[in-house]
């Protein structure tokens, strides 16, 4: 299996342009197993034995597109570091936490994270186009139940209205451009109408993972929910590609403000561009490092995490509080 881009937009062997371009082919397309793996890197399977047992735990998703943009050949690449499986991480992410947030402890109804007085989030689906090892909410990549996703969305609103100090609702998942468009438009649409609802928030990796999926037709959707924000999450300079750029400039296009959450570090080393040779800091163990990024926040910040006083314990990823108050 050859993946890659040529020029003019026509992608790796065999694969049309138009087919490289439509998400859904990206999508059906993406490499799930150790077999098309194994193949990816010409080796046997048998010498990826040792990510079975995490393959069992914690599937693999990779787009075509986003294998195109990594070296599968160095274990050192940043890109495939964020995507390929690392016997690791059955131990590594803060101590084989499956909840490393504690984010089930907030749930007033399956999937909707209430912890904060005025915000909470909406965790619309488990699926993702590409599964980052990073990711802190791999417990859910199994969790999916299309058949019931709207009578979860229901209920997710019916909470939001009962809420009034709810402001603003944050749309994650799993990615939430993966679920079906007239299902997104409509739970938009109902957390829209909700008067005390100000702001309104998609969290998405499909600019940098899928950039495909950002097309007219969602745009236009998407636009008539404003005022609406998009977070997504480049984390290397590489991931920066004529089609993801353009995927957020669609974005803006149509009046939605696009921010960037940058979930794991990267270290510079011997190489080329704005993130030379990047590195993730000690890979598997994605929890510690964001840990160490946050006590390196200047206390001010640190202590401006809302929290319900007398409710809510510190933040898990904080370090300990020196005077029982977790600031
Ligand atoms: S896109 Fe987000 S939710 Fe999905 S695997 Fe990556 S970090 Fe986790």
Same mark, same amino acid.
């Given at each position: 299996?050859?993946?890659? #881009?040529?020029?003019?937009?026509?992608?790796?062997?065999?694969?049309?342009?138009?087919?490289?371009?439509?998400?859904?082919?990206?999508?059906?397309?993406?490499?799930?197993?150790?077999?098309? &793996?194994a193949?990816?890197?010409?080796?046997?399977?048998?010498?990826?034995?040792?990510?079975?047992p995490?393959?069992?735990?914690?599937?693999?998703?990779?787009?075509?597109?986003?294998?195109?943009?990594?070296?599968?050949?160095?274990?050192?690449?940043?890109?495939?570091?964020?995507?390929?499986?690392?016997?690791?991480?059955?131990?590594?992410?803060?101590?084989?936490?499956?909840?490393?947030l504690?984010?089930?402890?907030?749930?007033?109804?399956?999937?909707?994270?209430h912890?904060?007085?005025?915000?909470?989030?909406?965790?619309?689906?488990?699926?993702?186009?590409?599964?980052?090892?990073?990711?802190?909410?791999?417990?859910?990549?199994?969790?999916?139940?299309?058949?019931?996703?709207?009578?979860?969305?229901?209920?997710?609103?019916?909470?939001?209205?009962?809420?009034?100090?709810?402001?603003?609702?944050?749309?994650?998942g799993?990615?939430?451009?993966?679920?079906?468009?007239?299902? &997104?438009?409509?739970?938009?649409?109902?957390?829209?109408?909700?008067?005390?609802?100000?702001? &309104?928030?998609?969290?998405?990796?499909?600019?940098?993972?899928?950039?495909?999926?950002?097309?007219?037709?969602?745009?236009?959707?998407?636009?008539?929910?404003?005022? &609406?924000?998009?977070?997504?999450?480049?984390n290397?300079?590489?991931?920066?590609?004529?089609?993801?750029?353009?995927?957020?400039?669609?974005?803006?296009?149509?009046?939605?403000?696009?921010?960037?959450l940058?979930?794991?570090?990267?270290?510079?080393?011997?190489?080329?561009?704005p993130?030379?040779?990047?590195?993730?800091?000690?890979?598997?163990?994605?929890?510690?490092?964001?840990?160490?990024?946050?006590?390196?926040?200047?206390a001010?910040?640190?202590?401006?995490?809302?929290?319900?006083?007398? #409710?809510?314990?510190?933040?898990?990823?904080?370090?300990p509080a020196?005077?029982?108050?977790g600031?």
């Open positions: 299996m050859t993946l890659g #881009k040529e020029t003019g937009g026509v992608s790796g062997k065999g694969i049309s342009g138009v087919d490289w371009n439509d998400w859904k082919w990206q999508f059906r397309n993406r490499i799930r197993s150790m077999r098309q &793996l193949s990816i890197q010409q080796r046997p399977v048998a010498s990826l034995a040792p990510c079975g995490v393959l069992r735990t914690y599937p693999i998703a990779i787009t075509p597109y986003y294998m195109s943009l990594l070296d599968p050949a160095d274990e050192n690449d940043p890109l495939r570091r964020q995507c390929f499986p690392d016997p690791r991480e059955l131990t590594f992410s803060m101590g084989g936490v499956p909840d490393p504690a984010e089930e402890r907030d749930m007033p109804v399956p999937g909707l994270i912890r904060y007085p005025d915000r909470c989030l909406a965790i619309v689906t488990g699926t993702c186009a590409v599964y980052c090892r990073h990711c802190n909410r791999k417990r859910m990549w199994r969790a999916d139940n299309p058949g019931r996703t709207r009578e979860r969305l229901q209920a997710m609103v019916d909470h939001v209205v009962r809420t009034p100090a709810l402001r603003e609702v944050i749309v994650s799993g990615d939430p451009l993966l679920i079906s468009e007239p299902l &997104l438009d409509w739970f938009l649409g109902a957390l829209r109408a909700i008067p005390h609802v100000e702001v &309104l928030r998609i969290g998405s990796r499909a600019p940098v993972a899928l950039p495909m999926r950002i097309t007219p037709e969602l745009c236009a959707m998407l636009k008539r929910h404003r005022p &609406l924000w998009f977070n997504t999450q480049f290397h300079a590489r991931e920066i590609t004529e089609e993801s750029a353009r995927a957020c400039e669609m974005l803006l296009e149509a009046g939605i403000p696009v921010g960037n940058l979930s794991v570090s990267m270290r510079s080393g011997p190489g080329n561009g993130f030379p040779g990047g590195d993730m800091d000690r890979h598997g163990d994605h929890g510690a490092t964001l840990a160490e990024h946050l006590r390196a926040l200047p001010p910040l640190r202590s401006g995490l809302p929290r319900r006083p007398g #409710k809510d314990p510190p933040p898990a990823f904080l370090p020196r005077n029982g108050t600031r």
